[in-house]
C-alpha cells in the first residue's frame, strides 16, 4: 500500500517556469509534511516542511500548499533555475505514533533548462 | 555543527556476506533512523534508534539488525546478503520527540554481487 502518491514522475521546465510537484496522501494522522530535494549521489536535504494548520508556507522561492480536505500538497518552485535540477521527494509522517517515521512519495526529477 | 557524517561510501559485497554500516548524528541530535533507498524509488524506513534501543520498525526482515552507542552514532548490520540489498542505505538524524525534522547523511551505496 503506497500511501503516498506523488506526481509527475518527471517534469522539464524552462527557467525562470513554476514547476508544481503534486502528492496526496491516504493515512489521515499524518501531520509533518517535509519536502526533500536529492541530487545524485547524495542524500536527500530537507527544503521545506508543512503542518496541517496552515495552507501555504514560503521560504525563498519554495512553496508548499496543503489542502487538508484532500489530503494533498504540492510544492511549487518560482523563477526556477538550471541549478533546481534534482529529484523532488514529498514525505509524511505522524507525530503522535511511537517513532516519527518518514513515508516517502516515489519521486519527481525535475529538469530545468537554461 | 557538524551534519551526518556515513562511512563508508561505496561497497561491494557477495551474496551471502554481511555488511556494518555506520553513521554518526549530527551535534545535539539524540535519534538516529535508518533508510534503504533502491534506485528510483524513495527511501523506505528500515528502523529508528533512540536511547539505544530499537523504536520502530519498517517493513524488513530480521537479518537487518541495528545498534546505537552512547554517543548516539549507529550502526546498520545486514546478515546474508542478498542481490535486492543492492541499494543506497541512507542514515537520519533528528531530536526524539514530536515535530523535529530529520537530516540526512550522503548515504553509503551498497552493491550485493
Known amino acids: 500500500q503506497q500511501q503516498v502518491k506523488q506526481s509527475p514522475q518527471s517534469l522539464i521546465v524552462q527557467k525562470g517556469g513554476i514547476p508544481i510537484i503534486n502528492c496526496a496522501y491516504e493515512n489521515t494522522a499524518f501531520d509533518y509534511f517535509p519536502w526533500y530535494q536529492q541530487f545524485p549521489g547524495k542524500g536527500p536535504a530537507l527544503l521545506i516542511a508543512i503542518r496541517p494548520d496552515v495552507s501555504e508556507k514560503k521560504e525563498g522561492r519554495f512553496t508548499i500548499s496543503f489542502n487538508k480536505s484532500a489530503k494533498q500538497f504540492s510544492l511549487h518552485i518560482m523563477d526556477s533555475q538550471p541549478g533546481d535540477s534534482a529529484t523532488y521527494f514529498c514525505a509524511a509522517s505522524n507525530s503522535g505514533g511511537s517513532n516519527y517515521k518518514l513515508t516517502f512519495g516515489k519521486g519527481t526529477l525535475l529538469t530545468v533548462n537554461p | 555543527e557538524t551534519g551526518v557524517t556515513q562511512s563508508p561510501t561505496h561497497l561491494i559485497k557477495t551474496r551471502g556476506q554481511q555488511v556494518t554500516l555506520r553513521c554518526s548524528s549530527q551535534s545535539g541530535h539524540n535519534t538516529v533512523s535508518w533508510y534503504q533507498q533502491a534506485l528510483g524509488q524513495g527511501p523506505q524506513f528500515i528502523f529508528q534508534?533512540?536511547?539505544?534501543?530499537?523504536?520502530g520498525r519498517g517493513n524488513f526482515p530480521p537479518r537487518f539488525s541495528g545498534l546505537q552507542f552512547p554517543n548516539y552514532s549507529s550502526e546498520l548490520n545486514v546478515n546474508a546478503l542478498e542481490l535486492d540489498d543492492s541499494a543506497l542505505y541512507l542514515c537520519a538524524s533528528s531530536l526524539a520527540g514530536g515535530f523535529y525534522e530529520q537530516y540526512f547523511g550522503p548515504g553509503t551505496r551498497l552493491t550485493v554481487t
Open positions: 534508534y533512540y536511547r539505544e534501543e530499537e523504536n
